[in-house]
């Protein structure tokens, strides 16, 4: 039930900044937690992000910035200083309980947008 459709994804060089974004839909109610994670190639997946309670994973501390969107169930993740490590797809992942540091299932994913950090 529901989906969540991210944008805002493309290609940038190192030390670059991009904003991505995730709207929910269908959903019953404002999900207590919007998160993003990211997986590339041969690699597991990783959480960044999520809100609320606001946690940000290892992988990009400090560098990432979520946000609440203007939309219910919206949610904006800016990122800054990007490197080529952090090419990846981005997943939008929404639950109706609190983000807990991403742990546990998340009920409802996005597709994936693809970020690609060039050097």
């Known amino acids: 039930q529901g989906q969540l459709v991210e944008s805002g994804g493309g290609s940038v060089q190192a030390g670059g900044s991009l904003r991505l974004s995730c709207v929910g839909t269908?959903?019953?109610?404002?999900?207590?937690?919007l998160a993003w994670f990211r997986q590339a190639p041969g690699k597991e997946r990783q959480g960044v992000a999520g809100i609320y309670p606001t946690y940000y994973g290892d992988s990009m501390r400090g560098r990432v910035l979520i946000s609440e969107g203007t939309v219910k169930n919206s949610v904006h993740l800016d990122m800054e200083k990007l490197e080529p490590e952090d090419t990846a797809t981005y997943y939008c992942?929404?639950?109706?309980?609190?983000?807990?540091?991403?742990?546990?299932?998340?009920?409802?994913w996005g597709q994936g947008i693809q970020v690609t950090v060039s050097s």
């Open positions: 269908g959903l019953p109610d404002r999900a207590a937690c």
């Open positions: 992942a929404a639950r109706l309980d609190d983000c807990d540091g991403l742990r546990g299932q998340f009920e409802c």
